[in-house]
């Protein structure tokens, strides 16, 4: 399959391909490593098995290797490497405190453990620890892999441009994929990669325009060293003002040397506030995070169908984990909100994805947030009908405004 694979990036590979398998945030190009993605597929299979016990694999399975245990602790079995690998990434997310091991485990080692709840009750579970959603995830694993071989490695993270693994003009030209190998930008030189870092005339001119003091010649040849003189002696503002307009550069380019590049704008129209029907009470809402006291505001904004509002309210939460929780937090004040002034129909508006997603999806929440979506959900059963929507920032501009406010107070 590498062999295959070797073949088919010929025309594109500028290194080996240990190189171009290194994420793009460290200098590669982000190829797919066969080995760690195979280990993270044989993962999966012992995620499934641990995740669905009652299907007929996992039985001849269990009954053929581990009868009077789990798979994890099992000394014999299929996959030993990817047990490994499942066992290093779970850990209990604690419900009612019943099904946690006691000492004497080899795994987890736990006393007793006495929680005062805030929220609806649940049971314990493993969960996977490198997803949010508590779900194993092939993705997951292999960012892991990769991750520690770079931790274990002396590999040093470095740019594409300087590891000259952009497409170009005259890498592309080398590879009889371009014609044309001056720069779309200045059209005066070839375009390669010193030309992009550092001596192509638009970047001198913008650079000038911007007062970014460049490093003195004295001799040195090499425009990458150049470069990084230059980086070097910048302030941390102009340091900003260097990687933006390299970036924006490169994005100018592209649509240069590209054909039919088709730019979509969003319609206004649809990021505009709008009532809710007659017999609905649209509820409005936002929370704004401060990491360094843990606290987070929440403000909820209902409003009846001729746009007129009739309820409203600030919260404070303390003791907040982090912004996603309290993204979550804000959503379950809100449905309170709602029972304390006696609203029956909803149409609850939040500018947060994930945690309308979660709401939206009626089968079980393994994240960190699942006794709070439980509670939610528990808290639907007030009204004759409760339905979500994700709005962009711009339409809950209001309710956004609204918890900046009620923070500074």
Not at 8 to 35: E, I, M, R
Not at 135 to 161: I, P
Not at 180 to 195: F, G, I, Q, R, T
Not at 212 to 226: F, Q, T
């Amino acid at each position: 399959m590498r062999s295959l694979l070797n073949r088919f990036y010929k025309l594109y590979q500028f290194t080996n391909w240990d190189a171009l398998c290194k994420p793009k945030s460290v200098g590669g190009l982000g190829f797919k490593n066969l080995v760690f993605f195979n280990k993270a597929l044989l993962a999966k299979q012992i995620s499934r098995l641990l995740s669905q016990p009652s299907c007929p694999l996992a039985k001849i399975l269990k009954a053929r290797y581990y009868p009077f245990s789990d798979i994890l602790s099992a000394k014999i079995g299929p996959y030993p490497y990817a047990r490994d690998l499942i066992a290093d990434g779970i850990l209990w997310r604690i419900g009612n405190g019943a099904s946690l091991p006691r000492a004497g485990n080899n795994r987890v080692l736990v006393q007793n453990i006495n929680p005062n709840w805030t929220t609806a009750k649940s049971e314990d579970m493993l969960v996977w620890k490198h997803e949010g959603t508590g779900e194993y995830s092939v993705k997951s694993e292999y960012r892991v892999l990769v991750a520690e071989l770079l931790q274990n490695s002396n590999y040093t993270s470095s740019n594409r441009l300087f590891n000259n693994f952009l497409s170009h003009s005259c890498n592309l030209f080398q590879r009889t994929l371009r014609v044309e190998v001056n720069c779309p930008l200045c059209k005066a030189a070839l375009e390669d990669s010193d030309h992009l870092l550092w001596s192509c005339g638009i970047l001198q001119q913008i650079w000038a325009s911007l007062q970014i003091k460049i490093a003195p010649d004295d001799c040195i040849s090499s425009c990458k060293i150049r470069f990084v003189t230059t980086f070097s002696i910048a302030d941390y503002q102009n340091r900003q003002l260097i990687a933006i307009s390299i970036w924006a550069l490169w994005y100018r380019r592209n649509n240069l040397s590209q054909e039919n590049l088709g730019v979509s704008y969003r319609s206004l129209s649809t990021e505009l506030w709008n009532p809710p029907v007659i017999g609905f009470i649209k509820i409005n809402f936002d929370a704004t995070f401060q990491i360094d006291s843990r606290t987070s505001t929440t403000t909820v904004l209902a409003s009846d169908s001729e746009g007129e509002v009739v309820g409203a309210e600030t919260y404070l939460f303390e003791d907040v984990v982090d912004a996603f929780v309290a993204e979550a937090r804000a959503y379950e004040r809100a449905i309170l909100f709602a029972i304390k002034m006696g609203f029956r129909r909803l149409l609850v508006e939040g500018d947060s994805p994930s945690i309308i997603k979660k709401l939206k999806t009626k089968g079980e929440d393994r994240s960190i947030l699942r006794p709070i979506i439980q509670h939610i959900r528990i808290l639907e059963n007030s009204f004759g009908n409760v339905s979500y929507l994700f709005v962009p920032r711009l339409v809950n501009a209001v309710a956004h405004s609204l918890a900046l406010e009620g923070r500074k107070r």
